[in-house]
């Protein structure tokens, strides 16, 4: 039985799953601008009486998966520097804290949010423009948000056949991970004084899972400000003391990996004293869930297994 398979396969394996999945037409879908009606993930209904010209979105990973699927944003959010297209577009500030004024100096037809965010500013968006929310949080909830946007801009088709080609590679690293015996995992997001532990549950957690690994956090119930992440003791991670701890450091110009490094505690784990403490891109890994999640996928691989093992 393979047990382990080189990252180039991996993506080798990703490049046919898309050139199967996008093998049809790359159009618009060939239905008349009738008017729409789509619930989202705060259960409210919008209708669209026609395709919109001048879309938004209140987040990068937004405006990725639009991009994915062939719709331009006429703005984005500052940072956004993926796909490189998006840099040089007029910014209407950070998502969770955007300028309401820029925002509408755009004139949107449509602003896709983030329920996450921006939740807490429906009325104000709605002022602005018809505003659809999403929220991605695992892996699995993208195929189904890019066609959701699909549906809202009337790229229907590229959207599907973006969705099914990655919902073919989902299959297929679920697949591998069935049959891998990988590492003991420790996810931190944040800082050494104020971490945030990952698990499963979170993006970055369900691609270490979907890979076979370990968490050592799940199982612990929610704590702190973000779903999905717990809190742990130091004793607690001590006891387990993880094979491999992947860090994103947020809120400090010290990685964690070095700051792991000269504290007494940290310093004991076998992963610190063997190097096996990888800072991850925060937002690749964190902030930007969206199509890249194959380019996160095969990081993660190389990390766990290693570019050349068989």
């Known amino acids: ?18 050139a199967a999945g996008l093998g049809g037409p790359l159009a618009y879908a060939q239905e008349g601008p009738q008017p729409r009606t789509l619930t989202d993930v705060l259960d409210r209904e919008i209708t669209l009486e026609a395709p919109p010209q001048r879309v938004v979105g209140m987040s990068a990973s937004i405006t990725e998966m639009l991009f994915a699927i062939g719709v331009q944003p006429v703005g984005v959010t500052e940072g956004v520097d993926y796909p490189p297209a998006a840099e040089g577009l007029p910014t209407f500030g950070v998502g969770y804290q955007p300028d309401l004024e820029a925002l509408a100096a755009l004139e949107p037809d449509l602003i896709v949010a983030n329920a996450m965010l921006n939740r807490g500013i429906i009325d104000q968006l709605e002022a602005i423009a018809p505003t659809f929310f999403v929220l991605t949080r695992t892996l699995s909830d993208i195929p189904q948000n890019i066609r959701l946007l699909g549906e809202l801009t009337w790229h229907d088709t590229q959207a599907d056949y973006l969705a099914m080609s990655y919902e073919h590679y989902l299959d297929m ?13 420790l996810i931190i997001v944040g800082t050494l004084k104020r971490p945030n532990y990952g698990k499963s549950s979170t993006y970055l957690g369900s691609m270490v899972a979907m890979l076979g690994a370990n968490n050592i956090a799940d199982g612990e119930k929610d704590a702190g400000p973000f779903p999905g ?13 993880p094979d491999i701890i992947l860090t994103v450091t947020r809120g400090s110009d010290t990685p964690m990996p070095e700051s792991m490094r ?3 505690m940290w310093s004991a784990l076998t992963a610190v004293q063997e190097g096996r403490v990888y800072e991850l891109d925060n937002r690749l890994f964190v902030e930007s869930p969206g199509p890249r999640f194959v ?6 691989y190389e990390l766990f297994y290693g570019e050349d093992t068989e």
């Open 1 to 18: 039985m393979i047990r382990h398979l080189p990252r180039r396969a991996l993506i080798v394996a990703l490049a046919l799953t898309l």
């Open 173 to 185: 690293a679920a697949s591998l991970g069935q049959s891998l015996e990988g590492p003991d995992v």
């Open 229 to 241: 992440y717990a809190q742990l003791s130091m004793e607690t991670i001590l006891d387990a003391d």
């Open 262 to 264: 000269d504290d007494p």
């Open 295 to 300: 380019e996160a996928f095969a990081q993660l």
